[in-house]
């Protein structure tokens, strides 16, 4: 298992926050991530098929770490900790931090307010998701935030586009952020494959 720190500087710039349409919708984008050399994404329990989902990533880009997101509970958990290379909630939970410590797990929990970071911190986590991050006040919170959290590192996600990406990763406490927007719907696959390879490659070019 990497270290969470390893796992956000792996992702970065961007981690695609997965929400597909279907399995077949699944199979296209992880094709289409393969091709990119995408470095790290994050699959979502959103979908009935969603395990089927992150096994689909895990044969498609074997070079890439795959997380498993949107992990609201313990059987949830239980399941992530096998199937996933790390494990990312919206939110922070003491019970799925101590499954994540006893079973070795890199475990992303969320944060959206300063009392939520210490309870965090008091678990031992350093590296958190910060959600939803636009609206909860976007890079001046997180920048004030940092200032008395000074050793957390955070991926913040929610409502992060395009337009607005760079804005948090020039701050320092942001190691990657996260978002949805990377990942293109069957029809935009269908109407320009070639385009999302592009914007693809060029994010992530060495
Ligand atoms: C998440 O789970 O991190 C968010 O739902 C992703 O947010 P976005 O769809 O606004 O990128």
Redesign the pocket.
Known sequence: MKDANTVLASAAPVMP?AQFESLDHAKACAELFAEAGVPAI?V?LRHPDAWQMVAVFRDAMPEALVGV??VLNRPQMLRAVDEADFVIS?GFSPELSAIARKTLTTYIPGVATATELMAAMADDHRVL?F??ASAIGGVPLLKALAAPFADVRFCP????KQSNYRDFLALECVSCV????LVPSMQALRDDRSGCLSMLTELYKK
């Open positions: 926050v994050e979502t997101g949107t919206p998701k959600f939803p996600t929610g409502g992060i996260g978002g949805s927007w």
